[in-house]
């Protein structure tokens, strides 16, 4: 027979399960530039998008008891179990863990849940999970498929099931994730794990083989003029902003919730954005595989401190894209390539969205760090940084760089700014 629950009983238990999401959506995204494979990284930024939606639910739902902020009573116990997680050596034992036994658990949890509540009087709580258990349920199902269908060997095999056992017996001196009712002595026994620390270089699987500082658009197309293959590529060596949007929701896991949401949405973005640019590529004859990747991008707006990565990113980078990409959906339009033309189409919206996204939280970070800067100044700031650090980067790859960097920024009107993310047509 079920073991109805009281109101109060609900709510111990909902915060219990969001103090979890929580953190494994403003941690886990942080490992993102450890998946060296492509394929696997747009699938694992996929799902995090994911687990916000379920995440925001839960959330809504225990705002219904009067809690307007839950992410201010997170569980230390299981924000510690978080980061015993992000200290996985290498994404064959991060991804395995992850949805093999932490997902486990809470779609376990969740349906055991569902069918123990009184239905009725308790039904937006069920909604919640049996409006998402189905997404979770095929995360976990392509968690385990990683593994089996890899190539790891037996041996790193052994390793990784190792240490998801660690992590199962962590999981028990919690108290399961359904109760949560560790004793004090079990929690003793536990270890302080130290914070992760996102890598200063991405990871890449071998298969791209030309890791360049910057974009280099005369290799992909051989043609005399401006070709659609310059944008397409240019959406596609995107590959290195999903890792830098992934970094700056870990390295601002402090903030409110509604940035990590706004920026884990900017990460889902920018992964279609790259991968509209594959498609493209490959209906073009060109192998995504073989086209330089300007590794350079993540490594130099890392190098930034936060409100710096934002800004360079989001309001110059992606506000100074606008009127280029017109022109390149006009000059598709002429190619009669309606598709490459929608490319840049779509991805105006989302970018408009990630300008407003980066000026709200520009100005929070700023208030909060106490900044005098004026926000204009900030934004100059950061171009000539990340500027400065990418033009000697293309000098060390012997790529063609500036002995002069020229003007500082003064806007996207006034400026010819090279971190444009959409460069103006090249060819006359």
């Known amino acids: ?149 890899g190539s790891i060997s037996a041996e790193r095999e052994r390793e990784t099931e190792a240490f998801e056992e660690e992590l199962r017996a962590h999981m028990a001196l919690l108290g399961g994730l359904y109760d949560g009712a560790a004793t004090e002595e079990a929690q003793e026994t536990i270890a ?36 659609p293959a310059h944008h397409s590529y240019a959406h596609f060596t995107e590959l290195p902003i999903i890792d830098l949007v992934a970094t700056i929701v870990y390295d601002g896991r402090h903030m409110p919730f509604d940035y990590i949401a706004d920026f884990v949405r900017q990460a889902w973005d920018e992964v ?31 190098a930034q401190p936060l409100l710096e990565r934002i800004a360079a990113l989001t309001q110059v980078g992606e506000a100074c894209s606008f009127v280029p990409k017109k022109k390149w959906q006009q000059m598709a339009r002429d190619h009669n390539d309606l598709l490459t033309a929608l490319e840049h189409d779509f991805d105006v919206v989302d970018e408009k969205n990630h300008v407003k996204f980066g000026t709200k939280w520009m100005k929070e ?13 900030v934004v100059q700031d950061a171009e000539w940084a990340v500027r400065d650090a990418v033009n000697e980067l293309k000098k060390e790859k012997g790529e063609k760089w500036q002995a002069d960097l020229g003007p500082k920024f003064t806007g996207c009107q006034g400026s010819d700014t090279p971190l444009n993310l959409a460069p103006p047509i090249m060819f006359a």
């Not at 069918?115 to 909604?127: C, F, H, K, Y």
């Not at 970070?365 to 100044?377: D, I, N």
């Open 272 to 302: 279609r954005h790259s991968q509209m640019g594959f498609s493209r590529l490959r209906s073009m004859g060109i192998d995504p595989y073989a086209v330089p990747i300007p590794l350079g991008h993540y490594s130099s707006y890392l």
């Open 192 to 227: 302080e794990y130290p914070a992760y620390a996102v890598p200063a270089e991405m990871l890449l699987e071998p298969a791209f083989v030309w890791r360049s500082a910057e974009r280099i658009y005369d290799v992909v197309a051989a043609a005399e003029e401006e070709h």
């Open 365 to 377: 970070l700023m208030a909060k760090q106490a900044e005098t800067r004026p926000f204009a100044q």
């Open 1 to 149: 027979m079920p073991h109805y629950f009281s109101s109060e009983e609900a709510l111990r238990k909902l915060k219990l399960f969001y103090s979890l999401e929580f953190d494994l959506l403003r941690h886990t995204i942080g490992y993102c530039p450890l998946l060296p494979r492509y394929a696997d990284k747009c699938q694992f930024v996929r799902h995090v998008y994911e687990d916000l939606k379920r995440t925001r639910a839960l959330r809504e739902r225990i705002q219904d008891f009067g809690i307007a902020q839950p992410e201010k009573q997170l569980h230390a116990g299981w924000t510690n179990f978080v980061r015993r997680l992000m200290g996985a050596q290498g994404a064959d034992r991060f991804i395995p863990a992850l949805y093999r036994v932490v997902k486990a658990e809470q779609a376990a949890a969740y349906r055991l849940y569902a069918q123990s509540t009184l239905r009725l009087n308790d039904a937006p709580s069920v909604e919640v999970f049996e409006d998402h258990l189905s997404a979770l349920e095929r995360q976990i199902a392509w968690g385990k498929q990683f593994i089996e269908c």
